[in-house]
């Protein structure tokens, strides 16, 4: 099922993939966290694909495209199997793990777990200067300034958009993204 969803993805038929993928995924299945993590991992790789970057973020034009996780990883290998051998508009797509804030250097898209919901406070402003799609699913993530955050609804995983977060990073957001999506301009819920 992982393979067919990537296909159709390269082919911009991502919606319907998309939403096959909910489906097979959802609950009871999501009762395992991997599984929901793994929903992510894919999700974070479409919007590696529907959203631009200034190009001043590049320092060449086939630089990689770094998917970051900072604190401890729920994706594990799983998202690494998703980007391998992908490129973003011949952006080769890379994953990296930091350990702490100020280990980030060149990234793209931020993934902040629930885990580092306790240190979020500050941390999403701190990187508000910074041209960086930060992606969470702790409560207050959009509220904080992040641009992304999962939910889950009915048993699947979804997201929301604080879409004036996304625009202040200079980060123009696909409209087939924000058509699946829930959309905000402040960051509330």
Known sequence: MFAAMKMALAGRRWVPALVCGILALSRPALANPDKEHRVQAVFLFNFA????WPESVFQGPKDSLVVGVLGEDPFENFLDEVVKGESVR????VVKRYKRLEDIGECHVLFIGAREADHLDGMVSSLKNRKILTVGESRD?????GMIRFVEEAGKVRFKINLEAAQEAGLSVSSKLLKV????MTGRE
């Open 181 to 184: 999506a829930q959309v905000t």
């Open 141 to 145: 993530f959009l509220a904080q300034g």
């Open 90 to 93: 011949e952006h080769p797509i």
């Open 49 to 52: 694909q529907f959203v631009d």
